[in-house]
């Protein structure tokens, strides 16, 4: 009853209203006055100013180098520059050994002993060259002990004693002999087949190994010098795979291996094909980087996959195997031709030269290393833009940088660059990935990320 005597006073104030509206008469409305408006925009209150300055990828850039100065940046300077003088170092070492070989007969004699234990010309080459791989390893012993375990130790990359060291030493050299032994029985077998055309088919046999020991690595090699195992479950991984499936990886799990075993070094990969990829990231990586650093590794390294960097890679590498073939090729002749007869060496299908065909592929090498390094680099490089797109972590790729800089140096001249750095330069990455962050500064992903220093 109240809800009805409501409605039937409001109709009652309605019908009045409207009456009352209709014997009114009309307002002049022009005679309203007007006056004018303005519009002012209000002080900001103190406090609550928001300003978001210009993002300079040049000062980011310099802003990262300036974290690692003074000690470290010399230690890494040092250790990294020391290089230059060692791939002098052991392309003389190398000519060396094989000169001590050919001149004290050595290579002669173990030639001589494979055909005593066998007629077979094939079967003599590998018991050759076990041989000349134990020698050559034990000769060499003292420039690899200097720079693989003492060197490491004083820069403080090694985890190892010297019992480790030489226990994962023997197993490489283990390895060495069988794929010397079979590698090179087979290029011999061609060498006798095509004499004279022996570089351009030893070349395909020696593409065929690369892939063939690609394929093998993840599943038969590297575990033989550390564990592998699944990486545990969690959002990390669940990242990575789902950042693998979203690149078109067949990669069914993440395995992490236990590389702190021997080294302090931060490193993953994603490696094999034909049903042998596998993605793995060492036990540094894990417990010395953010997530963020490690799906920016892991982008790096799955762009190599994508991008087919193995077979473009090999590709680049098989021309420059052909050129080096080409110049062992002359450089035998040339060289038997005025001392064979002193080394006992007959002819270049004869195992008792290896000795000069290594020196001359050391001096070839030597010269080649600013071709070679370019070749890597340059697939590096790509591979840094595609783990920017596909990570979208240029402050994680850019923190990671600065980690590898405790064996690389940071900042080196372009000439540097361009002749001894087979990956880019601390300075060429951060600035690559700050460059990406400038020019994805509003996208949402990267407005809410970490600020770059500057």
């Known amino acids: 009853m109240r809800w009805t005597y409501f409605v039937a006073c409001l109709g009652v104030l309605a019908v009045l209203a409207l009456a009352v509206g209709a014997h009114a008469a009309p307002a002049d409305l022009s005679a309203a ?9 209000l002080p900001p209150s103190p406090g609550t100013v928001h300003t978001t300055p210009p993002f300079d990828p040049a000062k980011a850039t310099n802003a990262y180098l300036a974290r690692v100065s003074g ?14 003088v060692l791939i002098l170092v052991d392309t003389v070492y190398a000519v060396a050994v094989s000169a001590l070989l050919l001149w004290l007969g050595l290579s002669a004699h173990m030639r001589d002993l494979a055909q005593r234990l066998t007629r077979s010309r094939f079967f003599q080459v590998p018991i050759y060259v076990v041989m000349y791989v134990v020698i050559t390893t034990v000769m060499t012993f003292p420039l690899t002990l200097y720079e693989d375990f003492f060197r490491e130790h004083s820069y403080g990359l090694s985890n190892q004693n010297f019992l480790q060291w030489l226990g994962d030493f023997g ?23 095509s004499r004279r055309l022996w570089w351009a088919w030893g070349t395909l046999v020696a593409v065929a190994l ?19 195992q699944p990486l545990r479950e969690g959002t990390l991984k669940t990242e990575i795979l789902t950042l693998a499936h979203g690149n078109g990886i067949p990669a069914t799990d993440v395995y992490e291996f236990d590389a702190s075993r021997q080294t302090k070094r931060v490193s993953a990969n994603v490696s094999g094909f034909l049903g042998t990829t596998r993605i793995s990231l060492n ?5 010395r980087c953010t997530p963020a650093e490690i799906e920016a590794v892991l982008g790096h390294e799955m762009g190599h996959y994508v991008l087919n960097h193995v077979a473009i890679g090999i590709t680049w590498n098989a021309l420059l ?18 001392f064979g007869g002193n080394w006992g060496v007959r002819s270049i299908d004869d195992p008792a030269g290896l000795p000069v065909l290594m020196a001359l592929l050391s001096v070839f090498m030597l010269f080649a290393t600013p071709v070679s390094n370019t070749i890597t680099r340059t697939l590096e490089a790509q591979a840094d833009i595609f783990g920017l797109n596909a990570a979208r972590q240029p402050d994680g790729f850019a923190q990671s940088a600065l980690m590898l800089s405790e064996y690389r140096k940071l900042d080196p001249s372009p000439l540097e660059e361009f002749i001894f750095f087979d990956h880019p330069s601390g300075r060429t990455r951060i600035a690559g990935a700050m460059r990406w962050k400038a020019a994805h ?14």
């Open 441 to 454: 500064i509003n996208d949402p992903d990267i407005k809410a990320g970490p600020v770059s220093p500057q």
């Open 321 to 338: 195997f052909l050129v080096a073939f080409l110049f062992l090729d002359w450089g035998f002749g040339a060289l038997v031709g005025a």
């Open 33 to 41: 006055p007007v006056a004018p408006v303005s519009v002012h925009s």
């Open 210 to 228: 690369v892939f063939f020991l690609i394929l093998i690595e993840p599943v038969f090699i590297a575990p033989l010098l550390n564990h592998y």
């Open 71 to 84: 000690k470290a940046r010399a230690r890494s300077d040092a250790y990294f520059e020391g290089g230059y």
């Open 171 to 193: 197993i490489e050299s283990g390895v060495n002999i069988v794929i010397f032994a079979v590698g090179l029985a087979l290029i011999y077998a061609v060498i006798r087949a």
């Open 283 to 287: 036990d540094n990586l894990l417990n």
